[in-house]
């Protein structure tokens, strides 16, 4: 397998695992914390600010989801979800810049 | 961190060897190691086995210039702890902390090659934006950078885009200039696995 399929494979592979893997949430919770879209209200401030201002995630962002009766299991589940499904979308956009560069359409 | 189980999760062969670490390397387990223990099958090992894919495997890229792209990444996303540990691992790797930090401090004017310089002027924009064009990559390319060294930083980017997220969220403790450098060549001799 050349090198970079070996690096789009490992991504993918942690993609999947994030999304189908076992674990507490459901996975459809798991698919809106990645997606960053259709999040409740107890979740939206720390699943958004995860997402798109990390830097400004409050300890009274995670005491609203508690409050509201997620785990911190689910809750470590729907964040790491959130910055994986973030960065996907990165890594997805800079890959179709590049295949649209070159020609190519084999990148994206 | 900010959640419990983040730092009192850990079943009693993990805990024996966070105290084994501690002991040799006479600092704290950094809670970006911590995270990746905790209930690794879920996100921890497949998380390691990219990083260490973007950051050490096979790339026209150094280990020093994608440590860069780690520690430039990593400060746009405003991720203090991952901008001290790729600032420290950068500098070592390079043998030269000072040209890291004046790429840190000003791109534009830093002594580093226009391919590079243009790189990271990319992961920039995407990291900020959340996008880029086709005209962003061109300019990449017109800099001599190929098509694959492309695709292997915006690995290195995907990697820190989340990893700095982690670290924001989660709330990772800052560790001494000490700790970071000590951290910074576990990296550069075990990489990320």
Request: with cysteine; charged share 25%; proline share 4%.
């Amino acid at each position: 397998m050349p090198d970079e399929d070996k690096k789009r494979a490992a991504h993918r592979a942690l993609v999947d695992g994030v999304l189908n893997g076992e674990g507490r949430a459901s996975a459809e919770q798991r698919a809106r914390a990645f997606g960053n879209a259709d999040i409740s209200p107890a979740l939206d401030a720390l699943i958004g600010k995860v997402a798109t201002r990390p830097a400004e995630v409050t300890d009274a962002d995670f005491a609203a989801a508690k409050a509201s009766g997620f785990s911190e299991d689910q809750l470590f589940e729907l964040v790491i979800c959130a910055a994986v499904g973030q960065s996907a979308r990165l890594y997805e956009a800079g890959l179709a810049a590049l295949a649209e560069a070159t020609g190519s359409g084999e990148a994206g | 961190m900010r959640l419990d189980v983040l730092n009192r999760g850990y079943g009693p062969g993990t805990k024996v060897l966070f105290a084994l670490i501690r002991v040799f390397s006479g600092h704290p387990v950094p809670d970006a190691a911590k995270l990746v223990f905790y209930r690794p099958g879920f996100y921890g090992a497949r998380a390691k086995k990219f990083t260490h894919e973007a950051m050490r495997g096979p790339s026209a890229w150094s280990v020093a210039d994608r440590e860069l792209m780690a520690a430039f990444v990593s400060k746009v996303n405003e991720s203090a702890f991952c901008v001290g540990a790729h600032t420290a691992t950068a500098g070592q790797a390079y043998q030269d902390a000072a040209k890291v930090q004046a790429v840190l401090a000003d791109l534009e004017s830093a002594p580093v090659e226009d391919g590079l310089r243009a790189t990271l002027r990319m992961l920039g924009t995407l990291t900020r934006e959340g996008t880029v064009g086709a005209g962003d990559m061109r300019e990449v390319l017109s800099a001599g950078v190929s098509p694959q060294q492309v695709q292997d930083a915006l690995a290195v980017c995907a990697a820190f885009n989340t990893t700095d997220r982690l670290a924001n969220a989660f709330g990772f403790e800052l560790l001494s200039p000490e700790a970071f450098e000590a951290g910074a060549k576990y990296l550069l001799k075990r990489g990320y696995r």
